[in-house]
């Protein structure tokens, strides 16, 4: 039987990459669930009374979807036809490095280089990205987001801008005694500022300082007012043009305003081809 | 007379569930001001001057609208015909929520275990929820909210993963020598950051930290458009449709999916009427 | 001559309330003048050191606007048929607010009452009402607005309810040690926190409370959108219904999409009446 | 030969100002990058580190790019033809001011005045102006804004009002002792608490300035609501207008506003080609 290896490949390939098959749908919804899972325990185990208590069981949970995680590597590299594609592949990559880091943390934390462990193991929190191929690419809003790429650039150009001159000029006015110490600083300020976040660690003290913060702000209007406006109609164009008029041309009056699935023309009710 | 309590019930029922009674009127009006007073008694009843001068004169008055709540839900109870569905519904659970805690912290009372006396009362709040069933349903708000679910649950979902994301970095980054003493405690900050809120109460110390923070409120002015986006283009739409399709029926195939001036039926080619 | 004074008061009228004659349009250009410096003066005269320094010639020059706007008021009064509607209008109040306390504080300032004074003083920015007569009220905002009267009032309904429930939660979970010390106060957060102000003054510190608040954030966004969404679309229906096409059918081919200014179908190329 | 050398103006004045010859787009290529270096340079030349180890080498490169700009300057105003339209020009002046200040710098700096020197050094930054060159002014954003500037005056207008009228309630309400010293102080809290910035440095601490700064918040929804509103619909009708009224001619009657399917001109009944 020389095709039963291949058969029994197509088989697995069947249910880790389809969705048409009860097995195949059962792997997709395990996966999610150990991805969710890790990331759940990761992230509490970062909370230092949680990790005194139970630190050590989360890490045994940890190694165990560790290895469901590296068993799925193996078997989408094994299933895979063009090995050297899948590898190169943005999820190729995001697989690998959601487990590597962890095996290698295991020989470096002989050496115990503790902090550097600590990193290693957070990039645990990268099997997020595999739930990437579960969200569907074509949502209308990443349409959106495309069809308005250049207004985009544009308004992030734009604010870039102001946020140098107004960085640089705050950076003259206040000066580092009321903690603009540096152009950056002020920038990181601006830009705290005219997002309207407003954390308040660094503010203004000159009455000067002051009114070009004030004005920084009114602008914050019409900049914050520019990419919901984009979004916003792109999105209404899109969800306009979900039921478009034909553009046939009905031959006795000419009229071609019909819906869609028109058989005959609503002026003069010829039949339409 | 067999049908007198009957017809009783149906009165009354008439008068509480109904609205186009002048007695029913009055009776919605006299239980939204009810609502309202106890709510309000309840909220300065919280601050500690008021509650030393008038908390007697407080108490008593919602032990008052404690009383007329209940009269309600027997009431209710009294004249709604399948008794065990109006227990189990929303409503039915509010209005027993909103009084029963009360009842219970009198004799908890007796035992004096304050704090959680203190907290029972404040169930009383719970009939503002009552409000509820004099705010339409049907408002074109829910409609646009319900017509854009799916694309709502993406934008949670990426929310979330961003948040992460995020939160893990600073985690990284900043360290908790910098108040991010944790990973849920960064994705704390991140929320507050991303919905441009910026308490302050934690900001990034590092110039790394800072420039991430600066990227993430970027970001944030994407994620701010989306919602709105969504939201704006659905009222529009729903304001638009206010003049759609002619929902005349077509006699012979029952088509009613008509431009608004057509002559004749687009799918048979009947004239239309 | 009877008709002498008539004539003079009508001269006047027509200066004062009317923009089409020269002299009407310098009285007014005049009195926008008087009122932004006047403004303006207060303004600045409330800032200490400038008080210091020239506090005698801005309350000389105020008391000057004081004298004109007395004038003006006098003016009004004479030239107006019906004096009592314009006493009783809203800019017959204003412009006795703006005027009245000022000449109160005269006599009180002989009994020297300062604070009391220093408010009296303060009501000259009243003045800055007078301005709402230039402003047209006709604008597409004002439109928008009214158009979605009932969809606003839902909205700050729910947004009260939403900040009773979680002001009344906040106070039992924080509690008055971390701040939220009564239900006013929790609301006020609950307000600052919704609105995205976020200055930080109180700030959730247990993991309830910030997990509380970051649902609080995110609802925060949909409740955000909802105005913008609102005017959004009013102010495109506003825009959109600009060119709207007539509602004339065509005798002929019953086609009634014809722009607004149509002589014939453009469908049959019929005359229409 | 007398045309050489105005030959060898126009070959030059195609490369600095033309964009379809190779050269004439390396020479944009060119001077983009070396604003952007220079900017960039500028900036983190002001971190304090940065500036002690490397100030001297990024001073040095400094000068390299302000002898290209110099250079830009001369061989901009000597293909000209009008040199005075050029001087006087907005980039004109831009690129004077981004080369002038610095040569005074050179002088000054013998006198060592430097806190001035560093004020002029920093006028380098301006050269970001010349960017503008390269961006189209013909964007849909800038013709939303341009459509709506009435509104946004009026936007701006009522703005100010507001600012005003609860800048100075809240010098009443909280007074100097709360951190609102002036009434111009108050403005800045204002818009910094309407524009959902909220800083924090300076917050209400009774409970009426609580109270009116959540109203105040509450109306800065609506405020916020108004730019995106304006700007949004504007962009949408920008977008509508893509699918606008045909723009065949009528070769009767020259009328060119037909709807988009039309077969006889609305005007003089005309058959249409």
New interface residues.
Partial sequence: MVTYPKDWKQKLNQIINGIDTPLGRAFDIALIGSISIS?FL???D???PIHVVMGTVISLLLNFFLLIFTLEYVLRLIVTPKKRDYLLSFYGIVDFIAIAPIYLSFFVSFGSFLPIVR?LR?FR?FS?FK?GRY?DES???LK??RASKT?IS????T?L?IV??V??LM??IEGPEHGF?????S??WA???I???????I?PQT?MG??L??AL??V?????????????????????KKEP?TDQ?CPI???????K???????????LT
């Fill in positions: 990331c990761i992230i509490i970062s909370v230092a990193i957070l929190l997020v739930m969200v949502g209308a809003l959106a987001l207004k544009v308004f992030l150009f604010l801008f140098i001159i960085g640089a950076y003259i110490v540096s152009i950056p600083e920038m990181y830009i705290v500022t997002s309207t976040v407003g954390y308040g660690d503010s009455e002051k009114f913060a004030s702000m009114l914050g209007y019409g900049i914050i007012a520019v990419p919901t406006g984009i979004i916003t109609s792109e999105l209404s164009n899109a969800s306009n008029l041309k009056c000419g009229n071609s305003k019909h819906a699935d028109s058989q005959y023309c609503n002026q003069c009710g010829k039949k």
